[in-house]
C-alpha cells in the first residue's frame, strides 16, 4: 500500500473519532447545562421538542421511541418523568385503544420555550467562538453528507 494511502485511511480514523469526541463532549455540557437551567435532561428536551413540532403536539409513543433512538422502555422512562412533572400527558387513541400517545402540556410547552432560549444561546456561543460565519457553512455542508438513520429529520 501507498503512503498516501495509508495517510487517506489514518485520516478518516482521525475525524470519526474527533466527531465521537466532539459530540460526547458538547453533549455533556449541553446536559449538565439543561439539567442545572431548567431540571430537563438533553434526551427529555429532545422529546418536548419533537412533540412541540407534530400535529397537535403529540405521538404515539412507539414513534417517538424511533425517532429519539430509544427502547420502548427507555422511553416509557423518560415519559413517566415529564407525565410526572406534568410537561406530557398520556393521551388514548380513540379509534384504536391499542394506541397511546404522548401529548406536550401547555406546561411543557412553556418549560420548553424557556429551556429553548438558553440551550440555543449557549449552541450559538458555543459555535460562534470556534468558527467564522464561512467555516459554520462549511461544517454543516459537510456534516449533511453523512446518512441520517432512516426516518430521521436533520430539523431541531
Known amino acids: 500500500m501507498s503512503?498516501?494511502?495509508?495517510?487517506?485511511?489514518?485520516?478518516?480514523?482521525?475525524?470519526?473519532?474527533a466527531l465521537l469526541r466532539a459530540h460526547a463532549a458538547t453533549t455533556r455540557e449541553f446536559n449538565a447545562d439543561l439539567v442545572a437551567d431548567h431540571g430537563l435532561t438533553i434526551n427529555d428536551?429532545?422529546?418536548?421538542?419533537?412533540?412541540?413540532?407534530a400535529p397537535d403536539?403529540?405521538?404515539?409513543?412507539?414513534?417517538l421511541a424511533e425517532e429519539?433512538?430509544?427502547?420502548?422502555?427507555?422511553?416509557?422512562?423518560l415519559l413517566a418523568g415529564?407525565?410526572?412533572s406534568g410537561w406530557v400527558e398520556r393521551v388514548s387513541c380513540?379509534?384504536?385503544?391499542?394506541?397511546?400517545?404522548?401529548?406536550?402540556?401547555?406546561?411543557?410547552?412553556?418549560?420548553?420555550?424557556?429551556?429553548?432560549?438558553?440551550?440555543?444561546a449557549s449552541i450559538r456561543i458555543l459555535f460562534s467562538e470556534r468558527?467564522?460565519?464561512?467555516?459554520?457553512?462549511?461544517?454543516?455542508?459537510?456534516?449533511?453528507r453523512?446518512?441520517?438513520?432512516?426516518?430521521a429529520s436533520c430539523e431541531p
Open 131 to 144: 468558527f467564522s460565519p464561512s467555516e459554520l457553512e462549511a461544517l454543516r455542508d459537510l456534516l449533511q
Open 3 to 17: 503512503t498516501q494511502l495509508l495517510a487517506r485511511e489514518g485520516a478518516e480514523i482521525e475525524a470519526f473519532t
Open 94 to 120: 380513540a379509534s384504536d385503544a391499542r394506541v397511546t400517545y404522548a401529548q406536550l402540556t401547555e406546561e411543557g410547552l412553556e418549560k420548553l420555550r424557556a429551556a429553548a432560549k438558553s440551550h440555543v
Open 68 to 77: 429519539v433512538f430509544l427502547t420502548p422502555s427507555g422511553i416509557t422512562r
Open 146 to 151: 453523512l446518512p441520517l438513520a432512516e426516518g
Open 45 to 53: 428536551y429532545e422529546v418536548m421538542l419533537r412533540l412541540a413540532h
Open 57 to 63: 403536539r403529540r405521538l404515539r409513543r412507539v414513534d
Open 82 to 84: 415529564l407525565e410526572h
